[in-house]
């Protein structure tokens, strides 16, 4: 799983990125959604085992869990550098966006509503499609099934990124009580290089677990400094970017960094924008950090909230590739992967479709981007650019 391929140049995986980060409207969800169509479906990066197994990884390690996954299949697929580019393509639209809207530009976002409306109807048929074919792959069997079943209704009874760590956990321990009765994969087997490659990662794996807990030490000793204070809320958010709001608006807000009215401002901006949500701190950055010119501290912010997920996730991946060959991580994954199932099946319930369905119309417009989507096999911009037409027009 952890062989890298290099044939692919940096430049190209900064492109696939940069056009997702473009298009992936809806949160983290959906952007799982769309992730799933461009390296599964579309370019065979990796199957659905594999992308199941890095999904539910991604869970377990704080920042946006759909930026997580974004850096692994880039890391997989080109190494390190492949996955920093791939953040950056992924993350720069969004961003750029934040920090124009700290230069002053909040009057566009009324003016984008209905379109971006459209775009979430168009999250819904994705992660509708994504469902479907996950659960058809990881749930072949009953167990599986009910496994996927009752991780979605422990999620929408008690929402929260707590639960959704939990429902993961949850599968993994019925899969590991089912383990006799679950197919295991053959084992794998590492060559020489494979070998040198591992202990080459376990090194950067060690050095990022060091430094990220130096540095969330440190940010405890600097509450008066914005790039600690966006750094702590990346380290200790799991869940995605709607759980670090309350954490930043304690620190940036009370503080006196920000006022509430712009803070909730941007919020609201950020909310009506493609990619992860984190780029939120760009536009605090920007306003609050007091840099000349004001970019700079946009930038700086951005960084700081997304690299403690980074380097958690470095220093993780390299030990998970080793585990996952043993029997009894095979059959925790395989609960893991049916309890990914009912995370996709529980949050297209709420939010996406609370979101993205409001009316009989936006039914249609959804049944009909599904069905372009699922049995046409329409391309995914085509049917995301249809569907913020047609919310625009209806």
Known sequence: ???????????????????????????????MGYFRYEFVDRRKWLDDDAYAELLALCQFVPGPSSSQLGFAIAWQRGGLTAACAAWLGFTLPSALIMISFGYGFFAL???????????????VAIVAKATLELGNKLCPDLSRMAIAVLSAMLI????????????????ALIGLWLKHQLPMARELTSTPQNIKQTRTL???????????????????WMNENIYALHYRAGALTFGG?????????????????????????????AQALPGPLFTLSAFLGTLGAGTSPAAIGGVLALIAIFIPGILFLIGILPYWSIMRQTRWAQAGLRGANAAVVGLLLAALIHPVCTHGIQNATDLSIGFLAFLALYRYKAPAWLVVLGSGIAGYLF
């Not at 976002?109 to 999250?123: D, K, N, P, R, S």
């Not at 759980?243 to 620190?251: A, R």
């Open 109 to 123: 976002e009324g003016q984008i509503v209905a379109f971006t409306h459209g775009l979430l109807i168009a999250a």
């Open 241 to 269: 970017g709607h759980v670090v709001l309350p954490l930043l608006n304690g620190t940036i807000v009370s503080g006196g960094l920000v006022s509430e009215p712009i803070f909730l401002a941007g919020y609201s901006a």
């Open 1 to 31: 799983m952890w062989e890298i391929n290099k044939k692919i140049g940096l430049f190209t995986i900064f492109l696939i990125y940069l056009r997702l980060g473009c298009l992936c409207f809806g949160g983290p969800i959906a952007h």
């Open 156 to 171: 929408i009874s008690l929402p929260g990124s707590l639960t959704q760590v939990g429902a993961i956990v949850f599968g």
């Open 202 to 220: 376990r090194k950067i794996a060690f050095g990022a677990l060091l430094v990220s807990a130096f540095l969330l030490i440190g940010s405890f």
